[in-house]
């Protein structure tokens, strides 16, 4: 074995061990949905509830699925509606319940592939500054919100990304 060979499998041996000793904050798994027709990356396990809510005056039941690391929140919910037309009010009502739901204000919009990515900023129940980033959008009579949801100072480009961009429908 040459000095380079060797300096070089040093190398990779205290790489390996420096990232077995770290226990990372997210373990990203494969979820897909039973009820709706999707699948993402989730930081956690993820647990599902379904309830009744009223969506612009359409009462639908509701999936929520959803992972939480250190206070933050990862979900995604699904609702079929019985009118594929009323779909796009909806998606409307979705983003404002979530924003409203902070007591916040929105700080960036746009649309992308035919959904509404929303940023916004509020407080929690408690004063707790909150951030919310989400994806909302609809296909046929299914609506969705993709919402990751918690204190700012833990959120960072690449976890949001990571979760908004694994976002598939299928």
Known sequence: MTKHTLHKTCAVLATAFA?????????????????APYAIMMPGKAATHTRTVNLDGQEVKMTMSA?????????????ELPDAAKAALAVQAMRLAMVRNINGTITKESTKNGAFEVEARGTAANG?????????????KRVYQV??????????????DTFLSSFKLY
């Not at 990232?19 to 009820?35: I, N, V």
């Not at 707790?128 to 046929?140: E, K, V």
């Not at 919402?147 to 949001?160: E, P, R, S, W, Y």
């Open 19 to 35: 990232l077995a000793a770290c226990s990372p904050k997210f373990d990203w798994r494969d979820f897909r949905s039973t009820d």
């Open 67 to 79: 992972s939480e690391v250190d206070g933050t929140m990862f979900a995604v919910g699904t609702a």
């Open 128 to 140: 707790t500054p909150l951030a919310m980033h989400g994806r909302f959008l609809s296909r046929d």
């Open 147 to 160: 919402v990751m949801l918690g204190n700012q100072k833990h959120f960072d480009a690449d976890t949001v």
